[in-house]
């Protein structure tokens, strides 16, 4: 199935099929990953911008890679060093880059919703890398992706999903796209840290099965839980004293060895990155044989793959696979 939208903006907007879309796309494109020349012809000619206004390890450099393992040209604006910090404004920033040729613009910035302006004034293709504190569609769909790698389905599955839930775009994206494919998802943390909204986005479960629960107490997100997803504490973006300090933090919502001791015996443990160990997550645990950060990231860069293939350049299905050439199950 081809995706017909020209953005990638939410998961909020994106329906079950483009999402399993994206998510079977990007197996292929993981088994290429695999090989020794990570290199298909499939986006010749076409350009990529990435254009970062807050900082980023993971996102943006998997986003150059899948790029360039699709043979598109990358480039990359860095804020600091551009006419943006001169004054110039993100339309014309936007429009100047379009006007060179630019076929998407992936794009991280501070303002919720900054995409869906782009989106509208610009005939590029825009992908949010994370917007605010509204979305950020590519991590959950990588994070989709990873739980359905070792469990083999996302229905049904119990997530807990723990920490700094309101200030997360990661937790807003997994939940609406968690809810959507029918998986049972617990939110955790302090009640300060727990956003009023999603009792709204709760609403949205029902029709595929799964529910939205919330809770303050980690154990009991924990427990029986097929998988277990821990946040990062957003230490720059507290500004109202929300919790009493970080050591309290870690004593109360911590997750640790002794607390996934209440998990599945055969759970996962996720963490979107960057982590601050010995804060919401304990270094033992993040090390440990049932941690698969270090996929994620992996598989970030096959959904990124997968994502501009599907906006830029492919229909899917077995053209996908043709396009890729061949080899690809
Ligand atoms: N998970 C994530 O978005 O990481 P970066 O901030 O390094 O891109």
């Given at each position: 199935m081809a995706l017909r939208r020209?953005?990638i903006?939410?998961?909020?907007?994106m329906s079950v099929q483009e999402m399993q879309a994206i998510l079977d796309n990007a197996s292929s494109?993981?088994?290429?990953?695999?090989?020794?020349?990570?290199?298909?012809?499939?986006?010749?000619?076409?350009?990529?911008?990435?254009?970062?206004?807050?900082?980023?390890?993971?996102?943006?450099?998997?986003?150059?890679?899948?790029?360039?393992?699709?043979?598109?040209?990358?480039?990359?604006?860095?804020?600091?060093?551009?006419?943006?910090?001169?004054?110039?404004?993100?339309?014309?920033?936007?429009?100047?880059?379009?006007?060179?040729?630019?076929?998407?613009?992936?794009?991280?910035?501070?303002?919720?919703?900054?995409?869906?302006?782009?989106?509208?004034?610009?005939?590029?293709?825009?992908?949010?890398?994370?917007?605010?504190?509204?979305?950020?569609?590519?991590?959950?769909l990588?994070?989709?992706?990873?739980?359905?790698?070792?469990?083999?389905?996302?229905?049904?599955?119990?997530?807990?999903?723990?920490?700094?839930?309101?200030?997360?775009?990661?937790?807003?994206?997994?939940?609406?796209?968690?809810?959507k494919?029918?998986?049972?998802?617990?939110?955790?943390?302090?009640?300060?840290?727990?956003?009023?909204?999603?009792?709204?986005?709760?609403?949205?479960?029902?029709?595929?099965?799964?529910?939205?629960?919330?809770?303050?107490?980690?154990?009991?997100?924990?427990?029986?839980?097929?998988?277990?997803?821990?946040?990062?504490?957003?230490?720059?973006?507290?500004?109202?004293?929300?919790?009493?300090?970080?050591?309290?933090?870690?004593?109360?919502?911590?997750?640790?060895?002794?607390?996934?001791?209440?998990?599945?015996?055969?759970?996962?443990?996720?963490?979107?990155?960057?982590?601050?160990?010995?804060?919401?997550?304990?270094?033992?645990?993040?090390?440990?044989?049932?941690?698969?950060?270090?996929?994620?990231?992996?598989?970030?860069?096959?959904?990124?793959?997968a994502v501009?293939y599907l906006l830029?350049g492919g229909g899917g299905g077995e053209e996908a696979v043709?396009d890729?050439?061949?080899?690809?199950?």
């Amino acid at each position: 199935m081809a995706l017909r939208r020209k953005d990638i903006l939410t998961l909020e907007d994106m329906s079950v099929q483009e999402m399993q879309a994206i998510l079977d796309n990007a197996s292929s494109f993981k088994e290429i990953l695999g090989r020794d020349i990570k290199k298909v012809p499939t986006l010749r000619g076409k350009s990529i911008l990435t254009l970062f206004y807050e900082a980023s390890t993971r996102t943006r450099t998997s986003f150059e890679l899948a790029g360039k393992y699709l043979s598109a040209d990358t480039v990359n604006i860095a804020t600091t060093t551009s006419a943006i910090v001169k004054g110039e404004t993100l339309k014309d920033t936007a429009w100047t880059v379009e006007a060179m040729g630019i076929d998407c613009i992936v794009m991280r910035h501070p303002i919720a919703g900054a995409p869906h302006f782009l989106a509208r004034i610009c005939q590029a293709s825009i992908v949010n890398a994370g917007d605010g504190m509204h979305e950020h569609p590519t991590q959950g769909l990588l994070d989709m992706f990873s739980i359905a790698e070792r469990k083999g389905r996302l229905k049904g599955l119990k997530v807990a999903i723990i920490g700094d839930i309101f200030h997360s775009r990661v937790a807003r994206s997994n939940i609406w796209g968690l809810g959507k494919m029918g998986a049972d998802v617990w939110l955790a943390g302090p009640s300060t840290l727990i956003p009023p909204e999603v009792e709204r986005m709760g609403e949205t479960f029902g029709s595929r099965g799964g529910r939205l629960r919330v809770t303050c107490r980690v154990e009991e997100a924990i427990e029986a839980a097929d998988v277990v997803m821990v946040l990062r504490l957003q230490l720059e973006r507290q500004k109202k004293g929300l919790f009493p300090s970080i050591r309290e933090y870690a004593r109360l919502f911590g997750v640790d060895r002794r607390r996934l001791a209440l998990a599945k015996d055969d759970f996962i443990l996720m963490h979107p990155g960057p982590m601050n160990r010995g804060v919401e997550i304990a270094s033992n645990a993040a090390d440990a044989d049932y941690s698969v950060i270090i996929d994620q990231v992996t598989n970030g860069v096959a959904v990124r793959m997968a994502v501009l293939y599907l906006l830029l350049g492919g229909g899917g299905g077995e053209e996908a696979v043709a396009d890729k050439g061949g080899e690809v199950r």
